[in-house]
């Protein structure tokens, strides 16, 4: 019996570099020693990937779960024939390619929800080739009060109570409720990964986490977390937070709007992290970077990125925590 999860990460866009730090993450670390890898995607798109780096493993054809990721000389990949060949254009996006893409993350979710697989990795995926074929709306993304966007940058977990929407509006859309059903959130999926009552703490939107925003919007939305028992701490100030988390203090920071939390994230360190989409029904993460034509086919793309999602994939999908506390455990 197997009983590590199964990971499937869709290679993003065949035509960009994701099929390429896709591959590498496979190869060049033990991936197979914390799940049983899947990718979705072009079979052809990985083999050449595989050519052009040299390695020495197999491409599998699949169209089903049963073994896979067992061997890590072999690449199984999920191909149900979504994507002639003949598209797959390095450095140029295609209205094929695009709708492609969208099919792949269609069958990945299908996987997800069936139970077949534990966790999803969406690879780099190129916007102009989803609008070429009307497909842009494929991308999950986030709702507003249902599902928040979770940045992962070793020590510094942030998640994001807004997301892109003006900083003008954000004063109106903070509300008790809001930020309540955000720690809720927070708390139930980390108990789920297997981090149990996960200390959270909440950013203030305002300098020193003190104003009227502060007390009458976030404040009262925090106490009714504690008063379901959520070990949550604030608003504190948003200057201090994240190096607090960063310290250990906290396992995750909510922060209030999209900078607040992207500047901390991308300062801290850029390479090497991820994001996901939190109050979805299953582990769904990403890569934070594009698809970066101008080097697609020459073996130079950086894979930090999608090796830190496959491994905090694995963890979470087993119930183990993040990454770091499963490897120090």
């Known amino acids: 019996m197997h009983n590590k999860p199964i990971v499937a990460t869709m290679i993003g866009d065949p035509c960009g570099i994701g099929p390429e730090v896709v591959v590498k993450s496979l190869v060049l670390d033990d991936i197979h020693a914390l799940c049983r890898p899947l990718v979705v995607g072009s079979v052809e798109s990985v083999q050449q990937t595989v050519d052009m780096l040299k390695y020495d493993v197999t491409v599998r054809r699949v169209t089903d779960v049963e073994g896979v990721g067992l061997d890590p000389k072999v690449i199984d990949v999920y191909d149900t024939g979504q994507l002639d060949p003949k598209y797959i254009t390095l450095g140029k996006a295609n209205a094929e390619c695009g709708h492609a893409s969208a099919a792949w993350l269609k069958e990945m979710d299908e996987l997800a929800l069936a139970g077949k697989v534990q966790a999803t990795i969406m690879g780099p995926i190129n916007t102009d ?118 310290d250990g203090k906290y396992d995750v920071v909510l922060c209030m709007f999209h900078d607040q939390g992207h500047i901390a994230v991308k300062t801290w360190g850029f390479v090497g992290n991820c994001a996901m989409i939190l109050g979805t029904p299953y582990i769904h993460m990403s890569v934070a970077h594009g698809t970066a034509f101008d080097i697609v086919g020459k073996g130079i793309a950086n894979h930090e990125m999608m090796l830190t999602s496959m491994r905090n994939a694995a963890s979470l999908g087993a119930g183990t925590g993040f990454y770091r506390e499963a490897a120090t455990a």
């Open 129 to 246: 080739a989803l609008k070429m074929a009307d497909k842009f709306d494929a991308v999950v993304g986030v709702e507003v009060g249902k599902t928040y966007l979770f940045l992962i940058t070793g020590p510094l977990r942030v998640v994001h109570l807004t997301d892109h929407i003006p900083l003008r509006q954000v004063c109106d859309i903070i509300s008790p409720d809001l930020v309540y059903k955000a720690l809720r959130t927070i708390h139930d999926d980390f108990t789920r990964w297997g981090i149990p009552n996960p200390r959270i703490v909440v950013a203030g939107l305002n300098a020193h986490a003190y104003g009227e925003e502060d007390t009458q919007q976030v404040a009262p939305g925090v106490e009714k977390a504690k008063a379901e028992g959520i070990d949550v701490t604030g608003p504190a100030p948003p200057d201090s937070v994240f190096r607090w988390c960063i």
